[in-house]
């Protein structure tokens, strides 16, 4: 079963902006000290792209990323790792960050914030 992301809260005070390498249409602004929704252009949700490895994260991830450069983050669903969602505080892919529990809830929104200027994820099941 596919993980729905239906908002990212960007609680780092820079705006930010979220991009879908699989789905451009999904692309959305995501101000700074806000949750937007991550309708794309059918107003509802997103899926989280699969990707079970490094060989496949070229062209099935999201990033969302400071406008000013200073952060980044990327989130994906290892299809081979029991549906876990990992992210990474680059753009690349690592599987050092898992979202606990993530293989269990397919609904979710993500909220990001800043630990000694790096970006951490934190989610919740919707």
Request: net charge negative; with cysteine; aromatic share 12%.
């Amino acid at each position: 079963m596919a993980h729905v992301l239906y908002a990212v809260g960007n609680a780092t005070g820079v705006d930010a902006k979220l991009t879908s390498v699989e789905h451009s249409q999904d692309d959305c602004a995501i101000p700074a000290w806000t949750v937007a929704h991550t309708g794309g252009t059918d107003n509802n949700w997103i899926f989280l792209p699969d990707c079970s490895n490094s060989d496949y994260w070229r062209d099935h991830h999201i990033n969302v990323a400071a406008t000013d450069g200073s952060w980044v983050v990327s989130f994906w669903v290892d299809d081979d790792d029991g549906r876990i969602l990992y992210w990474s505080n680059f753009d690349g892919y690592s599987t050092q960050n898992s979202v606990p529990r993530s293989k269990d809830v397919t609904d979710c929104a993500l909220m990001i914030h800043l630990v000694n200027g790096s970006p951490v994820v934190t989610w919740a099941p919707w």
